[in-house]
């Protein structure tokens, strides 16, 4: 069983509500791949996910899910898991 992150953080900004699950600081590089977006997008039409490369690993994470505005940040919360769920579950 993958033992996912619990959320770290909820903010507003710009058009989307990042939800974050781990720390910018623990990554490398961080990018919004488009595989992860269309995952994404199978939760939440028009929400993104950002990647961390982890520091002196190959490996790569989920950071942050960020879901529209509109959404609400109660719902957010739930949907950016569901993202998170998808895309780290189906990684083992």
Same mark, same amino acid.
């Given at each position: 069983?993958?033992?996912?992150?619990?959320?770290?953080?909820?903010?507003?900004?710009?058009?989307?509500?990042?939800?974050?699950?781990?720390?910018?600081?623990?990554?490398?590089e961080?990018?919004?791949?488009?595989?992860?977006?269309?995952?994404?997008?199978?939760?939440s039409?028009?929400?993104k996910?950002?990647?961390?490369?982890? /520091?002196?690993?190959?490996?790569?994470?989920?950071? &942050? !899910? %960020?879901? @529209?505005?509109?959404?609400? /940040?109660?719902?957010?919360?739930?949907?950016?898991? &569901? !993202? %998170?769920? @998808?895309?780290?579950?189906?990684?083992?």
């Amino acid at each position: 069983m993958v033992r996912l992150p619990s959320v770290k953080g909820v903010e507003s900004e710009g058009d989307y509500i990042h939800v974050r699950f781990r720390q910018p600081s623990e990554f490398d590089e961080i990018r919004t791949p488009e595989w992860a977006q269309n995952v994404a997008n199978d939760v939440s039409t028009g929400s993104k996910v950002r990647m961390g490369h982890r /520091k002196e690993s190959d490996s790569w994470a989920v950071q &942050s !899910v %960020l879901i @529209k505005k509109s959404v609400g /940040k109660s719902k957010a919360r739930e949907q950016a898991k &569901s !993202v %998170l769920k @998808k895309i780290e579950a189906d990684e083992e």
